[in-house]
T-cell receptor
Framework: SQTIHQWPATLVQPVGSPLSLECTVE??????LYWYRQAAGRGLQLLFY??????ISSEVPQNLSASRPQDRQFILSSKKLLLSDSGFYLC?????????????FGQGTRLTVV | GQNIDQPTEMTATEGAIVQINCTYQ??????LFWYQQHAGEAPTFLSY????GLEEKGRFSSFLSRSKGYSYLLLKELQMKDSASYLC??????????FGGGTRVLVKP
């Protein structure tokens, strides 16, 4: 069966520090991968998505970046965090090629920038 | 581009029915999802529609009209545990999955 791992679950970082959030998927190959951010009481904002190794589509500018060094690994990074980067970060995967396949989410990382 | 709108909040009574509407504008539309999210948790899948019409799954049903760019999620026989946010999301042909702002449903006894 397929599983998605996202870590850490919670993170407190000072303003200006770097960030690296990792997401890995097991039990499938060639997944579509997504990073979302959710502010308190709001919907999911799409940050990045990837349809293959090294292929990243960016939906937001600013100080975040994403990389996909391996087929089932998706990394969200920042060189210098801002206060506004605080939020709930969710990674998701979806089977490629299936038109009716649902997206499965990791458990999320709650990031607080102080 | 993609634009998805849904109401911010709805309140209903236990045992009643609630309908959550969603309108979307999606280039290369390839389907519409509904997810449930309890506070502090990851979203969980409820339904998927790509053809016009109603899909029923127990107490939950979802409807799609592609020509109108419109969907709704119908929750019947509401239970207290149904208090949650309900997220509408559209998929484009390029596999871009975009969510709306979510509708917070509060079920009262």
């Amino acid at each position: 069966s397929q599983t998605i791992h996202q870590w850490p679950a919670t993170l407190v970082q000072p303003v200006g520090s770097p960030l690296s959030l990792e997401c890995t998927v097991e039990g499938t190959s060639n997944p579509n991968l997504y990073w979302y951010r959710q502010a308190a009481g709001r919907g999911l904002q799409l940050l990045f998505y990837s349809v293959g190794i090294g292929q990243i589509s960016s939906e937001v500018p600013q100080n975040l970046s994403a990389s996909r060094p391996q087929d089932r690994q998706f990394i969200l990074s920042s060189k210098k965090l801002l206060l506004s980067d605080s939020g709930f970060y969710l990674c998701a995967w979806r089977q490629r090629g299936g038109w009716n396949t649902e997206a499965f989410f990791g458990q999320g990382t709650r990031l607080t920038v102080v | 581009g993609q634009n998805i709108d849904q109401p911010t909040e709805m309140t209903a009574t236990e045992g009643a029915i609630v309908q959550i509407n969603c309108t979307y504008q999606t280039s290369g539309f390839n389907g519409l999802f509904w997810y449930q999210q309890h506070a502090g948790e990851a979203p969980t899948f409820l339904s998927y529609n790509v053809l016009d019409g109603l899909e029923e799954k127990g107490r939950f049903s979802s409807f799609l009209s592609r020509s109108k760019g419109y969907s709704y999620l119908l929750l019947k026989e509401l239970q207290m545990k149904d208090s949650a946010s309900y997220l509408c999301a559209s998929v484009s042909a390029g596999n871009k999955l975009t969510f709306g702002g979510g509708t917070r449903v509060l079920v009262k006894p």
